[in-house]
């Protein structure tokens, strides 16, 4: 019955992406709010009695983003319950505001203006042209412009002390910046030296996430710590208070505002506390750009509270007991019968949001790994990997991790995404096959073993692979304890090692992890935001930090990357270029080298694992029961979270 439940949710949004092609939808909304006749938060109302805000027709643009709602026009007031793990979560933050100029719809394929009015393209898709919202303000009431792009380029981006490499996306071919010009107040011009197809696509991630730049900062309040506006000595000694090493350790906290509530936000709530605090909260912005379509301005929920749990059990307790209003981050599959058997008393309903595609727990290899050279060694052969695939039980891992649900598969988009490759790639070295691996690893010369069975590498030490897991969003550590009795079967031994996950991210910088357990979640966007088949990306899964060392100082540090990484990142190149078909068709072949490759060893796919799990509040409203569950959607970010709203009856 419950694999009957979750695998309708996912037909009925495999069949409308079907034949997914990303639309971008240039302009505003073609629904219209009643100009002159807006509505706000009662809240909100009340300070504009008591003078301390301006009147809402003031504080929303002259054209204000107009937002469509799932069910119907919501209530003022409440606070949605989440919860969060701690700091190195803020990416939680991140993806229920989706503070960006432009966003996905709800079901990923699609384009939308969101802070940014809209956006042209020149015939050859060289130039685009950004437009905001006239009238627009940031959260403290201060004018939004075409300044605070102008401040992200010129002083941000274009900075090497705060951005020691540019990222791919704003590279013309030769290396260079794409070239940002303000037309006016409200007009930004990029030029590029070739066709940027995905510009809008890149546009929609840069949103500020893992603590990167967004690309549209509040220039009036960052400015006093930048040495750029501010004399220098007065920002190193404002750094040197707050216990900082240098003024861009400084600047690049103040600009963060999970970890800033001072830093002024566009989005639909700002943050009131940190991150760091037990309780994170956000609370509405008065200046929000947008409305609903019968003109109510938005956000209809007063706040957002997270509340900090220590470990992923003790968060899915609270869940089960009805202590969240909507709730899918750190939400394990594994307790989806639990929460199904708890329906039944009424306070919440569970759906599933499927993902598109990948692998929902991969071994990531790191080809570059370098402090035991002799098993980093290893780790770079192809049949070496490939025979530690064909040595893993997928079966036993979607009956023991997955509930008996999904396929096994390679991280490869799903069968209904223009991107699939193609099933034989999809199940390439899937098959449970440790006859062959065996001889696989024979033939690497690896046939003395030790006492215990583990085979000896050439030093006469025993192969020995660790595998890094952030206990996070799924099953993982158990994943890993079935992969490594599956290796040890072939004389692999395989240590799991369990890690908080701002300490495992350091390590993966550091290039000290030799593999690692994560989820593939990037399939259906391989040519932009953190998509981990390109080394350029940051952050990535660990495939070779070093690859990126090198290709970050042009072959002054690091390790040249491989014909196949080589191969991939000039497909991702070409599909920057050109239109749809041809993205599709560079897709493919990406996925089919990365397939063959084994860069990452799949386990079991197609399953709403990640993020997928959604228990919601009977009182809470506006959610779509399907819709397009990814990291470059922002999910639930690209549900348009500020038309949530709880029902008083």
Avoid: C
Avoid at 461 to 485: H, N, R, Y
């Amino acid at each position: 019955m419950r694999r009957t439940i979750i695998r309708r949710a996912w037909r009925s949004v495999a069949t409308a992406l079907t034949a997914m092609t990303l639309v971008v939808i240039i302009g505003s909304s073609p629904v219209q709010a009643q100009s002159g006749k807006y509505k706000e938060s009662p809240l909100l109302a009340e300070q504009v009695k008591a003078g301390k805000l301006p009147a809402v027709d003031a504080r929303l643009p002259e054209n204000p983003l107009v937002v469509p709602v799932i069910e119907k026009t919501g209530e003022y007031g409440g606070t949605w319950r989440r919860a969060f793990l701690g700091p190195a979560d803020a990416n939680n933050y991140v993806r229920i505001v989706f503070d960006a100029l432009f966003r996905f719809s709800p079901d990923g394929t699609k384009i939308e203006p969101k802070i940014a009015a809209g956006a042209e393209a020149s015939p050859d898709y060289k130039v685009w042209t950004i437009t905001l919202r006239k009238g627009s303000r940031w959260s403290d009431g201060e004018p939004f412009t075409a300044d605070d792009i102008l401040f992200w380029y010129k002083d941000v981006l274009l900075v090497k002390e705060l951005t020691p490499s540019l990222p791919s996306w704003i590279k013309n071919a030769d290396g260079t910046a794409a070239k940002v010009e303000k037309i006016d107040d409200i007009t930004v011009r990029f030029t590029y030296n070739e066709p940027a197809t995905l510009f809008l696509t890149a546009v929609a991630n840069q949103d500020g996430s893992d603590r990167s730049y967004a690309m549209f900062l509040p220039a009036h309040y960052l400015k006093k710590f930048h040495p750029g506006y501010t004399p220098k000595e007065d920002v190193d000694r404002m750094a040197q208070a707050a216990g900082f090493k240098n003024w861009t350790e400084l600047f690049a906290t103040r600009t963060a505002p999970p970890e800033n509530p001072e830093r002024p936000t566009m989005a639909a709530w700002a943050p009131v506390t940190r991150v760091s605090d037990p309780v994170f909260t956000l609370r509405r912005n008065p200046y929000y750009v947008g409305v609903d379509p019968a003109g109510n301005q938005l956000p209809y929920l007063d706040e957002v509270r997270f509340t900090y749990f220590a470990d992923v059990q003790a968060l899915n307790l609270a869940a089960i007991a009805g202590d969240f209003d909507m709730q899918e981050r750190h939400i394990l599959m594994t307790n989806y019968p639990v929460f199904k058997d708890q329906e039944k008393n009424g306070k919440y309903h569970v759906i599933t949001w499927p993902g598109f595609g990948g692998s929902d727990a991969v071994v990531a290899f790191n080809l570059t790994y370098a402090a035991d050279p002799v098993i980093g060694k290893l780790m770079a052969i192809r049949d070496f990997r490939i025979a530690l695939s064909l040595a893993i039980n997928r079966d036993q891992i979607k009956e023991s991790a997955f509930l008996g649900l999904g396929e096994a598969r390679q991280s490869v988009p799903a069968p209904w995404h223009p991107n699939f490759p193609g099933q034989e790639w999809a199940v390439k070295y899937t098959e449970f096959n440790p006859a062959e691996a065996n001889k696989m690893l024979d033939a690497l010369g690896l046939t003395k073993r030790d006492s215990q069975g583990i085979r000896l590498m050439e030093n006469g030490k025993p192969v020995t692979i660790e595998m890094s897991v952030v206990p996070a969003f799924g099953a993982w550590p158990d994943v890993a304890q079935l992969v490594a009795k599956d290796w040890e079967g072939v004389g692999i031994k395989a240590v799991v090692q369990i890690r908080e996950r701002a300490l495992h991210f350091s390590m993966r910088d550091a290039n000290q992890l030799m593999t690692e357990v994560w989820n593939d979640n990037s399939t259906a966007f391989p040519f932009t935001g953190n998509s981990q088949v390109d080394p350029r990306n940051y952050p990535i899964l660990t495939l070779g930090p070093l690859f990126t060392a090198w290709l970050n100082s042009k072959g002054k540090e690091g390790v040249e990357p491989i014909p196949p990484i080589k191969r991939i990142m000039e497909l991702v190149d070409t599909a920057r270029r050109v239109g749809p078909d041809g993205q599709a068709k560079a897709a493919q072949e990406i996925f089919r080298i990365w397939a063959d490759e084994v860069f990452e060893i799949g386990t079991v796919g197609l399953t709403p694992m990640i993020q997928g799990v959604v228990v919601i509040n009977a009182k809470f409203h506006n959610v779509p029961l399907t819709m397009g569950n990814d990291w470059p959607l922002r999910s639930p970010g690209n549900a348009r979270t500020e038309q949530f709203f709880f029902a008083s009856h």
